[in-house]
């Protein structure tokens, strides 16, 4: 009884330290393939091209792609992948995404990477991604990563503009 005492009284404890804990190693994205199926014995998803962009993991600062380590907001257009100069959501303006107005074929959804949480854009921004043709979903960046591969695995046209994971507001 005195053991399960003691782990309830440093239960506080324990999650206050788990929030505070941010991911200092590259962190891997979590598998694409599904737990106890078939498709366990023929993996199509690790098989991608070489020319192919994937993304392997992320840190605070960056993220990892096809093994190469990048620090920074990324933006990638269909194979392309571009440094980008936002360090935060609020530097994100139409000026940073007007590579847009220029790319063809045009990437049929964009997906905003917001950091470490889903934070809302800015009306404009949203009316003139609407503009060039595409639309928009914003999430977090470990989410939107993840779904920029298997966007891009599928064969779709598809771009993403990243903020590092450590970007909270």
Do not use: H
Request: include cysteine; charge should be positive; hydrophobic fraction near 40%.
């Amino acid at each position: 009884m005195a053991v399960r005492q003691r782990a309830v009284a440093t239960l506080p404890t324990l999650m206050r330290a788990l929030r505070k804990e941010s991911p200092s190693i590259p962190q891997r994205l979590p598998s694409l393939r599904r737990g106890f199926s078939l498709y366990d014995q023929v993996n199509l998803i690790d098989n991608v091209p070489e020319d192919q962009l994937r993304f392997q993991g992320y840190t605070n600062s960056g993220f990892t792609v096809n093994g190469v380590e990048y620090e920074g907001s990324l933006l990638c257009v269909g194979n392309l992948l571009l440094s980008w100069t936002p360090k935060k959501i609020s530097d994100i303006t139409i000026d940073s995404l007007s590579i847009f107005q220029a790319v063809r074929p045009i990437p049929e959804i964009l997906i905003l990477g917001t950091g470490r949480y889903i934070q809302p854009v800015d009306p404009e921004i949203r009316k003139f991604i609407r503009s060039t043709g595409m639309k928009l979903e914003a999430i977090d960046s470990r989410n939107a990563s993840s779904t920029y591969n298997i966007l891009n695995e599928e064969g779709r046209i598809v771009a993403a503009a990243l903020l590092p994971y450590g970007v909270s507001s």
